[in-house]
């Protein structure tokens, strides 16, 4: 079975504060991802990887940043926590084919 | 246009009963389909994906996929209480990314 973890599930940080967000996968998956979850918005992506250093915007990467230095790990960085990046984060990985699966998610609180 | 539509719901069906999920798409190069089902404050966990056109059958779930018409469905027989959360369609739109749609909500009445 495919195992894909995150480091926390629930965090609270300040506005202001540099947040790290681990992802780890077991399955020597090529293709990683980071999505945000918002009631009524639904899945959007924020950054993808399809390669170790290997990184490309998804669809709202403004205030994010992402590290990929190992296969098996995809950070996700917000560089300066804001109000409005209170959300659930969710990490998944893929093979080649389009198949993601998904890691249990951040609940992460900016106050 | 949004890529992927879905009725949002909720959806509310007897136990026992089948529920009908629905699914367009706008991207008529999509080749791969799949369904997810998320439990409130949990994570989505795949249930099915289906590539060809017709019907894909798994236990109590069925994914039927008309491409010509630009349609995904996903049918849950005799369905049960366990069966109650969000159903999330997602369609590729492109060799590594999907596209989700919103999720219909499915509840089902004991």
């Known amino acids: 079975d495919v195992k894909v973890t995150q480091s926390s599930r629930y965090l609270v940080k300040r506005t202001g504060e540099k947040v790290f967000l681990e992802c780890v996968q077991d399955?020597?998956?090529?293709?990683m991802f980071w999505y945000r979850q918002d009631p009524g918005l639904g899945l959007r992506l924020i950054y993808f990887s399809y390669d170790v250093k290997m990184k490309e915007k998804g669809d709202i990467p403004e205030g994010y940043s992402v590290s990929r230095e190992k296969k098996e790990r995809f950070s996700l960085i917000l560089e300066s926590a804001s109000t409005n990046q209170t959300s659930m984060y969710l990490c998944a990985s893929s093979l080649s084919e389009a198949t993601q699966y998904f890691g249990p998610g951040t609940r992460l609180t900016v106050l | 246009q949004k890529e992927v539509e879905q009725n949002s719901g909720p959806l509310s069906v007897p136990e026992g009963a089948i529920a009908s999920l629905n699914c367009t798409y706008s991207?008529?190069?999509?080749?791969?389909f799949f369904w997810y089902r998320q439990y409130s404050g949990k994570s989505p966990e795949l249930i099915m994906f289906?590539?060809?056109?017709g019907d894909k059958e798994d236990g109590r779930f069925t994914a039927q996929l008309n491409k010509a018409s630009q349609y995904v469905s996903l049918l849950i027989r005799d369905s049960q209480p366990s069966d109650s959360a969000t159903y999330l369609c997602?369609?590729?739109?492109?060799?590594?990314?999907?596209?989700f749609g919103a999720g219909t909500t499915v509840t089902v009445r004991a």
């Open positions: 289906i590539y060809s056109n």
């Open positions: 991207d008529r190069g999509s080749q791969s």
């Open positions: 399955m020597d998956h090529e293709n």
């Open positions: 997602a369609v590729n739109i492109d060799d590594y990314k999907l596209s």
